[in-house]
């Protein structure tokens, strides 16, 4: 049973927001909170299972592709509007603002794939970030990479975060969810403007081999996820047209059938947002930017605003949850992302002090 968090006033905590900036006032609605993994213990069998047989869950995970297109007759122009006024959360490292540039675009260390269990049983990943938290543990992704939409269930099984993954390689460790928060109004109607969610993961892990006496893995503590590869801002109430950085893990083919991304490594596009519609996915109130990536793979994206080549940290200001060929040339051109406001701050405020521990 998912259980409901009302919240109402919210206060930016100190040292957090940038000065000048207020947090909304009132954030409407209510936060959903589920258990990923409640214990230590549940937390270990997913980890088994994912480094059971050399990783091959890992290997074998195909990019998930739930909801992904949207027909360019579903998309529109219109929609969000900032409801308080505009707030960042500084990125990890990033709290004293750093004017430093770079022509090259350097890709960020907080991306990778969150990998999980589909209703078909069968292993499957998106892409996500890890973002700022009090206790450097969080990572955000879309809503519908941590919850079930096609069965209906709670969440997604067995769900993990691996920082700067390939081909098996887990580089920064492995990172359990432990619990997902998201929107009410996405956990019960699938609100496709509501379309994020922000978890909470335990210490990251590295297995160093097995124990034959005891029939269990060796583990390494590899240490909070945001000490280890930073964490991105946060930024709601932003004004529409303004350019981002968008990267992920694009994977499948365009309608034509080119395959023109593998998804095996992180890739990036650049461009200004544009106010979108999409009411096929109950999306009154999104942003859109133009984009070559292909659906599969790349649902979860994170966009980054401001984002700064040298220190690699930027403000989350969108997720990919859809993508779209709204010129009808068989290639997709268009990514779409809920318009973070201040509900999601409410979400993300209740999502960020949260400790999650460690499994050794």
Known sequence: ???????????????LLAAGLAAPAQA??????????????AALQVVKYWRGENYSNFVNATPYNAETAVAAKHMSKGGPAPDSKPGIVPAIGDEKKSTSKSKNVNLPKTTGKVFFRGSDNKPHWCSATSVQSAYHNMVATAGHCVYDTESNKATLDYWVFVPGYYQGKTPWGIYVGKTAYTHYDYDVYEDGDRDYAFVTVYNGVQ????????RQLILKDTGRLGDN????????????????????????THPD????FTGKTL???????????????KGEELQAVKSSF????????????????TRRLGYLNGVTIGVSDTDGNNRYDTSISPYFDGELYGVYSAAKNNWSGSLV
């Not at 409407?28 to 213990?41: E, M």
């Not at 297995?207 to 005891?214: E, H, L, P, Q, Y």
């Not at 890739?267 to 996915?281: D, S």
Request: proline letters at 4%.
């Open 294 to 309: 292909t659906g599969e793979g790349a649902l979860g994206s994170s966009w980054l605003l401001k984002y700064n080549n």
């Open 1 to 15: 049973m998912k259980r409901t968090l009302a919240f109402g006033g919210l206060v930016a905590t100190a040292g």
């Open 28 to 41: 409407a609605g209510d936060v959903s909170s589920d258990p990923l993994a409640k214990s230590g213990v």
């Open 257 to 260: 059938g080119n395959q023109a």
């Open 207 to 214: 297995v160093t081999g097995w124990d034959r006496v005891k």
């Open 267 to 281: 890739k990036w596009t650049y461009g200004k947002t544009f106010a979108a519609k999409a009411p096929a996915i």
């Open 229 to 252: 590869v930073g964490g991105q801002g946060i930024a709601y109430n932003q004004k529409i047209g303004q350019p981002v950085f968008v990267f992920g893990y694009p994977s499948g």
